[in-house]
């Protein structure tokens, strides 16, 4: 990259500080032209702060800031950079970054300083992407499944299939370029063995994306019931705070409520629907038709049943409406203070053994039902520690296709194909990992990825 690229890569706004980054040939070279410290920049030890201030043509000082030299390679975009810790707010840094683009620095575009690490060979794309995960982590476990990823866990395991399928695609070439050899025998059982050893890899990584997507984007999580069974006190308690408008009159949530909360470490997506009943108000009708529409997309539905009033038609409605949508669901009775009677308890834990009985108002089984939360997110199956996780849906997406084509070669050795078609197919495998890595990806691919990040990274 010729061009020097600056911009802010702290949130504008009112804050105590900011910090402008900038990153290129000419960064220490412009950092002179506005800064003024002890020593010139370019004389500065690097990866060291130093006070001064910011000055501009007229002599006018700008700001007092601390100034980071840090000289090629060892930065984050293996670039010559330096960062200018100043004062926040929308003038300061404003002020800042026009004196930079005056001295010739261009503005950086969404995530091209993150890009220019990928471009320079620091990281790869699955690592790139992990920076964007990391910022937007909602949990200690999410950011911990983004820093492996950063940290390159994904990549080694992938690099590792990728140097074992292109070794035995060499031995295979070689067969076909030099046939005088005649190797042939000995290159199909070394591609069958490959293969279905890579094979064996990529299925572990696929068994991960499950958890893995709940870790990067939170499950979805739908509290469905007829009015007045206790939904929005349920998405209180979780949420630990009065989200929801709780009342004896049934049909006090009209609308869907969505509320993001953190259960053992799991992004949990919740949205407290309105009571799905037949209504004339036609507001009311509004929002049981969202209901269902939530149903559909939902991970997994806490289905609400009142234990001292239940089996009515509208809960029987409910439960075809949730069974129908094809979505896991968990039976939650509610209520279970007011029914006085324990046989009618104990018949209902005969007729619903997976049910989770509850009392909200006293604060009764509801650490079971966040249990069976975890238990669904995970199952507790995941070692965070010692596991490679898949948590990226465009991941999954060419991971799987990879393990097709092996598949597919697998079966073009069974069935007497030549070896030309097998090399055809671990080509194709090979160009579905390397599109995860970046090594094949399409250019539109690599630019999209990077337009989702913020200016600053």
Same mark, same amino acid.
């Given at each position: 990259?010729?061009?020097?690229?600056?911009?802010?890569?702290?949130?504008?706004?009112?804050?105590?500080?900011?910090?402008?980054?900038?990153?290129?040939?000419?960064?220490?070279?412009?950092?002179?032209?506005?800064? %003024?410290?002890?020593?010139?920049?370019?004389?500065?030890?690097?990866?060291?702060?130093?006070?001064?201030?910011?000055?501009?043509?007229?002599?006018?000082?700008?700001?007092?800031?601390?100034?980071?030299? =840090?000289?090629?390679?060892?930065?984050?975009?293996?670039?010559?950079?330096?960062?200018?810790?100043?004062?926040?707010?929308?003038?300061?840094?404003?002020?800042?970054?026009?004196?930079?683009?005056?001295?010739?620095?261009?503005?950086?575009?969404?995530?091209?300083?993150?890009?220019?690490?990928?471009?320079?060979?620091?990281?790869?794309?699955?690592?790139?992407?992990?920076?964007?995960?990391?910022?937007?982590?909602?949990?200690?476990?999410?950011?911990?499944?983004?820093?492996?990823?950063?940290?390159?866990?994904?990549?080694?395991?992938?690099?590792?299939?990728?140097?074992?399928?292109?070794?035995?695609?060499?031995?295979?070439?070689?067969?076909?370029?030099?046939?005088?050899?005649?190797?042939?025998?000995?290159?199909?059982?070394?591609?069958?063995?490959?293969?279905?050893?890579?094979?064996? $890899?990529?299925?572990?990584?696929?068994?991960?994306?499950?958890?893995?997507?709940?870790?990067?984007?939170?499950?979805?999580?739908?509290?469905?019931?007829?009015?007045?069974?206790?939904?929005?006190?349920?998405?209180?308690?979780?949420?630990?705070?009065?989200?929801?408008?709780?009342?004896?009159?049934?049909?006090?949530?009209?609308?869907?409520?969505?509320?993001?909360?953190?259960?053992?470490?799991?992004?949990?997506?919740?949205?407290?629907?309105?009571?799905?009943?037949?209504?004339?108000?036609?507001?009311?009708?509004?929002?049981?038709?969202?209901?269902?529409?939530?149903? %559909?997309?939902?991970?997994?539905?806490?289905?609400?049943?009142?234990?001292?009033?239940?089996?009515?038609?509208?809960?029987?409605?409910?439960?075809?409406?949730? %069974?129908?949508?094809?979505?896991?669901?968990?039976?939650?009775?509610?209520?279970?203070?007011?029914?006085?009677?324990?046989?009618?308890?104990?018949?209902?834990?005969?007729?619903?053994?997976?049910?989770?009985?509850?009392?909200?108002?006293?604060?009764?089984?509801?650490?079971?039902?966040?249990?069976?939360?975890?238990?669904?997110?995970?199952?507790?199956?995941?070692?965070?520690?010692?596991?490679?996780?898949?948590?990226?849906?465009?991941?999954? $997406?060419?991971?799987? =296709?990879?393990?097709?084509?092996?598949?597919?070669?697998?079966?073009?050795?069974?069935?007497? =194909?030549?070896?030309?078609?097998?090399?055809?197919?671990?080509?194709?495998?090979?160009?579905?990992?390397?599109?995860?890595?970046?090594?094949?990806?399409?250019?539109?691919?690599?630019?999209?990825?990077?337009?989702?990040?913020?200016?600053?990274?």
């Amino acid at each position: 990259m010729e061009d020097t690229i600056a911009g802010v890569s702290t949130a504008v706004g009112s804050a105590g500080l900011a910090v402008i980054r900038m990153s290129g040939e000419k960064s220490f070279e412009i950092a002179d032209k506005v800064f %003024k410290g002890k020593v010139p920049v370019r004389d500065q030890e690097s990866h060291t702060l130093q006070y001064g201030r910011i000055v501009a043509d007229d002599g006018e000082v700008v700001d007092e800031v601390l100034l980071t030299k =840090m000289a090629a390679p060892k930065t984050y975009t293996r670039e010559d950079v330096v960062e200018i810790n100043c004062h926040s707010g929308f003038f300061v840094t404003g002020r800042i970054l026009r004196l930079l683009y005056e001295k010739g620095v261009r503005p950086a575009e969404p995530g091209e300083f993150t890009k220019r690490a990928f471009i320079n060979g620091r990281i790869d794309l699955s690592q790139a992407e992990a920076v964007m995960d990391l910022i937007q982590a909602k949990t200690g476990k999410s950011s911990r499944a983004a820093i492996n990823q950063l940290e390159g866990k994904l990549s080694s395991e992938l690099n590792e299939i990728i140097t074992g399928l292109t070794n035995t695609l060499a031995h295979i070439e070689v067969d076909l370029d030099y046939p005088e050899y005649n190797h042939e025998e000995l290159s199909i059982k070394q591609v069958e063995e490959e293969a279905r050893r890579a094979m064996s $890899r990529l299925e572990n990584l696929l068994g991960s994306f499950h958890y893995g997507k709940i870790l990067r984007e939170g499950m979805d999580v739908v509290i469905a019931g007829k009015p007045n069974t206790g939904k929005s006190s349920l998405l209180n308690y979780l949420t630990r705070k009065n989200r929801a408008i709780v009342t004896d009159i049934p049909g006090t949530t009209r609308d869907v409520i969505e509320e993001t909360v953190n259960i053992g470490g799991i992004p949990i997506n919740l949205t407290d629907t309105a009571g799905v009943r037949e209504t004339d108000d036609p507001v009311e009708s509004i929002g049981v038709t969202r209901s269902l529409e939530a149903l %559909k997309q939902a991970d997994l539905v806490i289905l609400m049943l009142d234990a001292s009033d239940w089996q009515t038609r509208e809960d029987e409605r409910l439960l075809e409406l949730v %069974k129908s949508s094809q979505a896991h669901f968990i039976t939650v009775f509610n209520k279970i203070d007011l029914v006085k009677d324990p046989e009618k308890i104990d018949l209902l834990k005969r007729l619903y053994p997976d049910g989770v009985f509850i009392s909200i108002t006293e604060d009764k089984g509801l650490d079971v039902l966040e249990k069976r939360l975890i238990d669904y997110a995970c199952g507790n199956k995941i070692d965070l520690d010692n596991q490679v996780l898949v948590t990226n849906a465009r991941h999954e $997406r060419q991971l799987r =296709m990879a393990y097709e084509t092996l598949e597919a070669a697998r079966e073009a050795i069974r069935s007497g =194909m030549t070896l030309d078609i097998v090399a055809l197919e671990l080509r194709s495998a090979l160009d579905h990992l390397g599109r995860i890595t970046g090594q094949t990806a399409e250019e539109e691919i690599i630019n999209a990825i990077f337009s989702r990040f913020c200016i600053g990274k």
